[in-house]
């Protein structure tokens, strides 16, 4: 704790009688807000591979876990020591190959262990189905993949890659009928299970989806710059371009980009 001594100070000089207005006024559910916001630029430093940029996040989703343990801890409510002590206490548990004799030949079997016990820790028995350790808080693309994990967990699963290209293109028709009718529920649905399907193709491939799409959306992001500062330059802007003018700027956005 004498490393995060620090930190811990400047959070209660900020919520001390002579601190910040906005600090005081802070609870965890709205400092929550701050550290969600900081977990997302930290992944964008990560995927980027920026150690300047995620060094300064690293410190700053710190700073708000911190924030939110001391609120807790000047209440009262929950002491930052027994903070400390649950989490200690709580991966030694659940690393038996570690800390005791258990005995673990398989990065399944390792997984599999780290479940059972977590399952046992939240319900005190055998969960009734594959589902119960999943938090339905979690982003979309997150649950996705945890959600389909468990059910592989089960043996449900598919055989290869190609199978569940399949699917992902069996989805998309079904999608495209339903717009074909006019079905906008039911195009909704259609596209929610091309975007589940696409996520057990992540899997298979061996990423996360999560990780793919930030990339791909910074990378669609820079381009889009570049198109813009090349748009002003001229003078000129896509209200009112043809789309044979649109995708000549895009193309040459795409080269001077990509070759950065």
Not at 33 to 42: F, P, S, T
Not at 111 to 119: H, M
Not at 216 to 230: D, I
């Amino acid at each position: 704790m004498e490393t995060l001594a620090p930190v811990l100070d400047v959070i209660q000089t900020l919520r001390g009688k002579n601190g910040c207005e906005w600090d005081r006024r802070q609870t965890p559910v709205t400092m929550w807000k701050c550290l969600a916001q900081e977990v997302y630029e930290l992944q964008e430093a990560l995927v980027n591979h920026d150690l300047d940029n995620t060094c300064e996040e690293m410190g700053d989703v710190l700073f708000q876990i911190l924030f939110i343990m001391e609120i807790f801890h000047e209440t009262g409510q929950i002491p930052i020591s027994r903070v400390v002590d649950t989490v200690v206490e709580k991966m030694i548990r659940r690393h038996p190959h570690v800390y005791e004799n258990a005995v673990v030949k398989t990065q399944s079997d390792l997984l599999d262990q780290w479940e059972r016990i977590k399952t046992l820790e939240k319900t005190g028995s055998a969960r009734s189905s594959a589902m119960d350790a999943v938090p339905r808080g979690m982003p979309g693309l997150l649950r996705a993949m945890k959600v389909s994990r468990s059910a592989v967990k089960q043996g449900f699963e598919w055989e290869n890659i190609h199978q569940v290209l399949d699917t992902v293109k069996s989805e998309i028709s079904e999608f495209e009928a339903a717009l074909e009718k006019g079905d906008e529920d039911g195009a909704m649905l259609e596209f929610g299970d091309i975007v589940f399907s696409l996520v057990n193709v992540a899997r298979f491939a061996g990423f996360h989806p999560e990780t793919a799409l930030a990339r791909a959306t910074a990378k669609f992001e820079g381009r889009f710059r570049v198109m813009e500062a090349e748009l002003i330059k001229q003078n000129m802007t896509l209200e009112g371009m043809s789309a044979e003018q649109k995708e000549r700027f895009w193309s040459r956005a795409k080269q001077a980009h990509d070759q950065d």
